[in-house]
C-alpha cells in the first residue's frame, strides 16, 4: 500500500519506519527531509504525485486540523490515521471524501488494556484510580524539553493531551464520560507553559466514579490503573504489561513497537474493531476542555 506521513518528528520517523517493515511505499511531508523515503514540501504535492492509500498525520496537535483540510483539499479519498489527541479543541472535521478518519490510541493494542477490557465485560464496576507520570526532560535524549510541543500550550502541549492515552482507554473501556472535574496547572519548576500536573475526577456510563492523574515530574515512569468491582480487583500495569486479578498476575511480553505495528495492521488489513473513531477521539478533546474548565471554575462538568 502506498502511505504517506505527514510530519517527521520523532513519532513520524517511527510511524514511517513501521511502515516500510510492513511493506508500504512510504513518501513523507516534511520541511527537514526523510533519510530513506521521497520527500515532499506539501500535502498538495504529495498526494498528486506519490498517490497515496493511506495517511498518518504527525504534525503538531495544534496543525493537525490544517492538514485534514489539506488532505480534502488535495482529494484524498483514502484511510486518515491522526496522532493523538485529535485536534486541539473537540471539533467537528472538515468536508472530506476519506474512506475513514481514526486516531491513534494505540494503547488499545496493548494486551494487558485489552485483557481488562476483557475480564470486565458483565462486571459491575464501582470505582478507578489511573495514573500516569513520567518526567518530561527524559523523553526524547538529545533534545532540549522546552523546544517540544509537549512544553508549549499553544502547539497542543500539557499533560491532558499529551497523556490523553489513559482518558481514551477507560473512556473505550468504561462507555463513555458522563461529567468530570479537574485540579493541577502548571506546577513544577519545569520551564514550560504548558500544564504539568492535573488529576481528574470523572464519572463514565459503566464506573461512578474515577480518578486519573497525569503528570510530567515523575522521575520513575509509570502507568497504571486500579479497578474495583462488585466481584474483583484488577490492577493494570502499562509499564509493567501485566494485568493482576486479585493479585495472580498474567505478564504479557511487548516490544516497544508492538502496540504501534498491531495498530496499522488493524487499518491495513481492515479489521478496524479496536481502532479509536474520529467521534471517540473528539470525545476524548471534550473531556480534556471539560477538565480544563472546571480547571478555571471549580464545577463539576456535564456532558
Not at 489539506?70 to 471539533?91: C, D, M, Q, W, Y
Not at 482518558?167 to 473505550?172: A, E, P, R, S
Not at 480487583?233 to 493479585?247: A, K
Not at 474493531?273 to 470525545?283: A, F, I, N
Request: proline residues 4%.
Amino acid at each position: 500500500m502506498k502511505t504517506l506521513v505527514v510530519g517527521y518528528g520523532s513519532i513520524g520517523a517511527r510511524h514511517a519506519r513501521i511502515l516500510c517493515q510492513e511493506g508500504c511505499e512510504v513518501a513523507v511531508v516534511s520541511r527537514r527531509g526523510a533519510p530513506d523515503a521521497p520527500t515532499f514540501g506539501t500535502v498538495a504535492e504529495a498526494v498528486a504525485e506519490h498517490n497515496p492509500e493511506y495517511a498518518v498525520i504527525c504534525t503538531a496537535t495544534s496543525e493537525h486540523f490544517g492538514t485534514l483540510e489539506a488532505l480534502a483539499a488535495a482529494a484524498f479519498e483514502g484511510t486518515v490515521l491522526i496522532e493523538k489527541p485529535v485536534f486541539a479543541s473537540a471539533r467537528l472535521a472538515p468536508q472530506n471524501n476519506f474512506g475513514a478518519v481514526y486516531v491513534a490510541y494505540n494503547l488499545r493494542f496493548h494486551p494487558a488494556v485489552q485483557a481488562l477490557r476483557q475480564r470486565l465485560e458483565g462486571e459491575r464496576v464501582l470505582a478507578i484510580q489511573a495514573y500516569v507520570g513520567q518526567y518530561l526532560p527524559s523523553w526524547r535524549p538529545g533534545r532540549d524539553y522546552r523546544e517540544v510541543y509537549s512544553a508549549h500550550r499553544s502547539l497542543g502541549g500539557g499533560v491532558l493531551r499529551d497523556l490523553s492515552h489513559d482518558l481514551d482507554y477507560l473512556n473505550w473501556i468504561l462507555g463513555g464520560w458522563t461529567k468530570a472535574t479537574a485540579i493541577g496547572g502548571q506546577l513544577s519548576s519545569l520551564e514550560i507553559d504548558s500544564d504539568d500536573v492535573v488529576t481528574v475526577t470523572a464519572a463514565f456510563e459503566r464506573c461512578p466514579v474515577a480518578s486519573i492523574h497525569l503528570n510530567y515530574v515523575d522521575r520513575v515512569t509509570q502507568r497504571y490503573a486500579v479497578v474495583n468491582t462488585d466481584a474483583h480487583t484488577f490492577t493494570l500495569s502499562l509499564t509493567g504489561s501485566y494485568l493482576e486479578i486479585d493479585g495472580v498476575r498474567e505478564t504479557f511480553n511487548l516490544a516497544p513497537d508492538d502496540t504501534y505495528i498491531a495498530q496499522h495492521r488493524a487499518i491495513l488489513s481492515a479489521t478496524n474493531s479496536d481502532l479509536c473513531t474520529l467521534g471517540e477521539g473528539v470525545d476524548v478533546m471534550a473531556l480534556v476542555e471539560a477538565a480544563e474548565t472546571s480547571m478555571r471554575n471549580p464545577i463539576w462538568v456535564h456532558k
